[in-house]
């Protein structure tokens, strides 16, 4: 708390573009890797109702997913099915083998409760990190299938010369599939962290004593510069549409500007956290796609072989 | 100054008070009777004594109790093989392995076998992300009595400032899960925390959850914080005689006393709470299994 960093005149953006390209490299060579073995990754993507709230995340998604050899399928479902059709599609990709990983996009419509639908995918096809066992094993401390925001922002934390262990970290915003995943898996790296929300005091007092801040609210400007730490790294996971006269643009939690005067590093958005969380979906569909192989193989193993 | 001491004897007698009379009303209006099976494994010492107090508490509640006690070279299959039948028993509503198995044994693998509506420690990974992800879990026993005594306290803790000391699975962790769901500002701190003194100052309520003794000083204590002592070590007692032991907690009882405003004993603060709360999950799981209303106020 004491230890100051390295005060720096402005903070360095941190590419998430280059971060996510980097990654799916990686992500590209293990998908070949398991196409060699007969076992080429395949994503099937399921969209309730209202297409054009998802329609961009899911064509970013099929995009990255071809250029790093994973199969991309995506299915539309009309407004109207129940719970009850879903939960059976879910089953029979759940029993599918060509089918490694399932991704429910939201919103969904109303009637559809989310996390009932995240609880009918089978764990070891929750690419999206989603499901309980999966959120389990991160508070458990085993890092498999993460969820893909949270993971993608320690992903970039752990790109920066900072000693993780030890670190003070602050999260803004506790909501179960960002800030807590966030939380637990800095923990289990050795940091000490603190959770901030709504009913916080004074979140200010909390942000400048840390090395790293996190922001996962969704209200844009949330964070100025003077709830810095000179030289911390800002991770801004926020994603707000805002209307400025020179017309709508997407915009952070953080107010950039500001805090840009400050931070040693800071994400910008777009262009930080929403890259490497695709990358990081596809490399869920890697090992998602390993763990099925490595299951199949031993439901099939006999003792000698 | 001094500090109040909560007493986690008197609370957890009302606690199972209050779990008897919900056993009571379920036996005479459905004719249902709670039943807890209790699994040892082996001759470990501290655990028989642990067993020997839950089955005699569980009894007392009016509940059914159930001990399995197996050899110590027992098999993991022949132990998966119990817990498959105690899960398939609709007269068992709660399962609890007693930990730890000896070393042959995968505990996860055997805790994870158990059905996660009969999981009355809440260890299993559906639990323990169910939790996490603020759905309708079971809650390990031990913090779900701590946040029982933090309510008993303050009642409402929202925007509090909350220290838990110690990111230990059945402790740390989820005792944080439940401070954040009370709407406490929550830091865990640990063994790699830097100045782990000046995070602890800054507490409203302090967790402590290391198990070495007496760690926790006086000087850690912002005046007037609420400690919550879990630690639960044996030191040795010369004084009372050679080789003889005392119990101490995590947190040094008398500098800390001076300055908290309210602190747990050790012995008899946390404690007694976990039996409590393991028969209340107990209770909560019975009525989910047969579809009726829980009752409130027994559990997180």
């Keep these: 708390m004491v230890e100051t960093l390295i005060p720096a005149r402005r903070a360095a953006a941190i590419d998430g573009r280059s971060i996510a390209a980097r990654m799916r490299a990686a992500v590209a060579a293990e998908a070949a890797a398991l196409a060699d073995a007969g076992w080429a990754p395949r994503l099937v993507s399921i969209s309730v109702g209202d297409q054009a709230a998802s329609e961009i995340y899911v064509r970013n998604q099929a995009r990255a997913a071809d250029a790093a050899g994973v199969g991309f399928e995506a299915r539309h479902y009309p407004a109207g099915t129940t719970l009850e059709q879903l939960a059976d599609v879910l089953d029979g990709l759940n029993a599918d083998p060509r089918v490694n990983g399932i991704i429910i996009q939201r919103p969904l419509p109303a009637h559809i409760p989310v996390k009932a639908l995240q609880r009918a995918v089978h764990p070891l096809k929750d690419?999206?990190?989603?499901?309980?066992?999966?959120?389990?094993?991160?508070?458990?401390?085993?890092?498999?299938?993460?969820?893909?925001?949270?993971?993608?922002?320690?992903?970039?934390?752990?790109?920066?010369?900072?000693?993780?262990?030890?670190?003070?970290?602050?999260?803004?915003?506790?909501?179960?599939?960002?800030?807590?995943?966030?939380?637990?898996?800095?923990?289990?790296?050795?940091?000490?962290?603190?959770?901030?929300?709504?009913?916080?005091?004074s979140v200010a007092m909390h942000s400048r004593g840390a090395d790293a801040v996190f922001v996962a609210v969704g209200r844009a400007g949330l964070v100025t510069g003077e709830m810095i730490k000179p030289g911390a790294a800002l991770i801004d996971i926020g994603i707000n549409r805002i209307e400025t006269p020179g017309g709508a643009r997407t915009v952070g939690d953080a107010d950039f500007d500001s805090c840009a005067e400050v931070a040693g590093w800071i994400t910008p958005v777009p262009g930080g956290v929403g890259p490497v969380t695709v990358a990081v979906l596809l490399k869920n569909a890697t090992l998602a796609t390993r763990l099925q192989m490595a299951q199949t193989r031993d439901s099939f193993a006999t003792p000698e072989s | 100054m001094s500090a109040k001491i909560i007493d986690g004897k008197a609370f957890s007698a009302e606690v199972r008070a209050r779990v008897g009379e919900q056993v009571a009303r379920l036996k005479a209006a459905h004719g249902i009777t709670p039943g807890l099976a209790v699994v040892l494994v082996g001759e470990d010492p501290a655990s028989q004594v642990y067993v020997r107090n839950k089955g005699k508490q569980t009894v007392e509640a009016g509940m059914e109790s159930f001990e399995h006690k197996l050899d110590a070279d027992t098999s993991e299959a022949a132990l998966l093989d119990l817990v498959a039948r105690l899960n398939a028993d609709p007269a068992v509503h709660g399962i609890l392995v007693q930990l730890p198995l000896p070393g042959h044994m995968n505990a996860d693998a055997v805790i994870n076998a158990i059905d996660p509506a009969k999981d009355v420690d809440g260890f299993h990974i559906s639990n323990v992300g169910l939790l996490a992800t603020g759905q309708k879990a079971m809650v390990p026993c031990t913090p779900l009595g701590c946040l029982m005594m933090l309510r008993d306290q303050h009642g409402d803790l929202s925007g509090m400032n909350a220290v838990v000391v110690g990111r230990s699975n059945i402790v740390g962790k989820p005792m944080a899960q439940l401070l954040l769901r009370d709407s406490c500002t929550v830091t865990i701190a640990h063994s790699r925390t830097r100045e782990i003194e000046t995070v602890c100052r800054q507490a409203d309520i302090l967790v402590a959850a290391v198990g070495r003794p007496e760690m926790v000083t006086g000087d850690w204590i912002r005046p007037g914080a609420t400690v919550i002592d879990v630690g639960i070590n044996r030191v040795p007692a010369p004084e009372k005689g050679e080789g003889k032991h005392r119990l101490v907690g995590d947190v040094h009882f008398e500098s800390a006393s001076q300055v908290a405003g309210a602190i747990t004993p050790v012995p008899g603060g946390v404690g007694p709470m976990t039996i409590a709360c393991l028969l209340a999950n107990t209770l909560i799981a019975c009525c989910r299994a047969n579809g009726l209303p829980e009752p409130e106020g027994l559990t997180a």
Excluded: Q, W
């Design chain 1, 127 to 201: 690419v999206e990190g989603m499901h309980p066992a999966s959120i389990g094993n991160i508070v458990y401390n085993d890092l498999a299938l993460g969820p893909c925001t949270a993971v993608a922002a320690v992903e970039i934390l752990k790109t920066l010369p900072l000693k993780i262990e030890g670190l003070d970290v602050t999260v803004i915003g506790h909501s179960e599939i960002v800030g807590k995943p966030i939380a637990f898996l800095l923990m289990g790296l050795g940091a000490t962290v603190t959770v901030c929300h709504h009913m916080t005091r």
